[in-house]
Nanobody, 127 residues
């Protein structure tokens, strides 16, 4: 398994942009599918975006499609989530997650499909 540490959350006004990062430990990062999830107070953890092991395929929740971009740098063991046109409804704790997935391009949008999680980073969007 990999250990994951998120960073980059904060407070931003509606319409603004923010980028969060997730650094992974270990030398096998390029064998993992990576995902971003978020959880708002009183709500279940929900899928935001996924990027497969080599970065060739990405998936997004409908609510963020066209506004958020997931990317990864396997040389730096890091996955990123660039968030633009942020809305108050995007306020949540954002978690990165990993699951083994070399040569696997399928979509995985359920939290129980991931085996490693970071501690989360708070993103707050003010109106």
């Amino acid at each position: 398994q990999v250990q994951l540490v998120e960073s980059g959350g904060g407070l931003v006004q509606a319409g603004g942009s923010l980028s969060v990062s997730c650094a992974a430990s270990g030398r096998t990062f390029n064998l993992y599918t990576m995902g971003w999830f978020r959880q708002a107070p009183g709500k279940e953890r929900e899928f935001v975006a996924q990027i497969i092991w080599n970065g060739a395929t990405t998936y997004y929740a409908d609510s963020v499609k066209g506004r958020f971009t997931i990317s990864r740098d396997n040389a730096k063991n890091t996955v990123y989530l660039q968030m633009n046109s942020l809305e108050p409804e995007d306020t949540a704790v954002y978690y990165c997650a990993a699951r083994p997935g070399v040569l696997d391009s399928r979509k995985y949008d359920g939290p129980n499909q991931y085996t490693s999680w970071g501690q989360g980073t708070q993103v707050t969007v003010s109106s």
